[in-house]
């Protein structure tokens, strides 16, 4: 399959055809001998006269990614190319938003960017052109370094992203990987959701519910969803739990405090072999130890039997609530 970013592109790149380009001293700058991407300006400032470059592009030997802005090879370009090119088009204050920005950030669940997306100041007369997506903004953050391209903040870039997606459950996969992997916090992306642009925030202030809740994945966000309908006491996310003596029990996706009652969504992915799947039994087996009520639920049956997933946990909370409460405790 084709990337949507490179199908953008079409057939930019040629092959050299044999004879020889009359050099003048700037073919001795070591620069332009590496397949970089350069302004067509800098190229004559290097002493590269304006027929020549025109000439080289024509032939294959060089590519013109954007007006102006050119890759010193006739190779296909790389994800890298077309980031420095977008960034090239941009100019001062130009900086990387949205999919390809969070890439930069370590962030993986992400679907393939349609164009690269740049930030620039409101005054800016430069138009989106090709693969480069241009969004001019009031609210120009303070950019990150990133591999050594500007990025907007992690909670604006992911904003940028999700607002121009469709399915809800890439829009809350992508806000809660970056919320547990750390990169930003849930307020951060309440308060840019409050504080920034109304088109398409529809769709991530739903998604937002369930991660002010507690929840980190979607399965998580399924199972907040559900314990909501089951008309049961309000539950703790992802607390650590400890015995009597204060020794770490387990950290349950769901806690119901009051009953001692312990909720995990239990994929067999990630805990159905290896040393997950040892864990798990150990986790299992330190919940039982310390009298803890346990319910496991597969993520599929979160939408595929809900209503048998809600009498599941109403009757594991009364059971929990049958027996007298253990010592275990969410950690301070």
């Known amino acids: ?94 900086m990387l938003t949205g999919i390809w920005a969070l890439r930069r950030y370590g962030l993986e669940n992400l679907p393939a960017p349609k164009d690269v997306h740049i930030l620039l100041p409101p005054d800016r007369k ?57 990169r930003c916090t849930v307020d951060m992306l309440a308060r840019e959701l409050d504080q920034g642009c109304s088109r398409g925030a529809a769709k991530p202030r739903r998604a937002l519910i369930p991660l002010l809740g507690g929840a980190r994945s979607v399965a998580e966000a399924d199972a907040w969803r559900l314990w909501q309908r089951a008309g049961l006491p309000p539950c703790h996310w992802n ?3 400890v015995d009597g003596q204060g020794h770490h029990i387990a950290t349950p996706d769901a806690w119901a405090d009051e009953v001692a009652l312990a909720w995990e969504i239990d994929s067999r992915k990630h805990h159905g072999q290896g040393d997950d799947y040892l864990e798990t039994l150990a986790r299992n087996t330190r919940y039982t130890q310390a009298g803890i009520v346990l319910l496991q639920t597969a993520p599929a049956r979160l939408r595929t039997e809900p209503d048998k997933v809600r009498a599941e946990l109403r009757a594991a909370y009364r059971t929990a609530q049958a027996r007298p409460r253990p010592e275990a405790r969410i950690s301070t």
Not at 58 to 63: A, D, F, H, N
């Open 1 to 94: 399959m084709v990337h949507p970013v490179r199908q953008r592109l079409g057939n930019v790149s040629g092959r050299a055809q044999a004879g020889a380009v009359r050099r003048g001293s700037w073919a001795e700058n070591p620069l332009l001998g590496k397949p970089i991407v350069i302004r067509a300006e800098t190229l004559e400032s290097l002493g590269v006269p304006r027929r020549t470059i025109n000439h080289r592009c024509e032939r294959g030997v060089w590519q013109m990614l954007l007006r102006g802005i050119l890759l010193l090879s006739n190779g296909e370009p790389t994800d890298e190319h077309l980031v420095q090119a977008a960034i090239l088009h941009g100019r001062e204050e130009a």
């Open 126 to 182: 430069i138009s989106s052109a090709r693969f480069v997506h241009v969004e001019t903004t009031t609210r120009l953050p303070s950019p990150r370094t990133r591999q050594g391209i500007p990025c907007a903040p992690v909670h604006r870039a992911v904003l940028d992203a999700v607002r121009r997606l469709k399915g809800d459950d890439t829009i809350l996969a992508i806000m809660a990987e970056a919320v547990q992997r750390g």
């Open 239 to 241: 607390v650590k739990i």
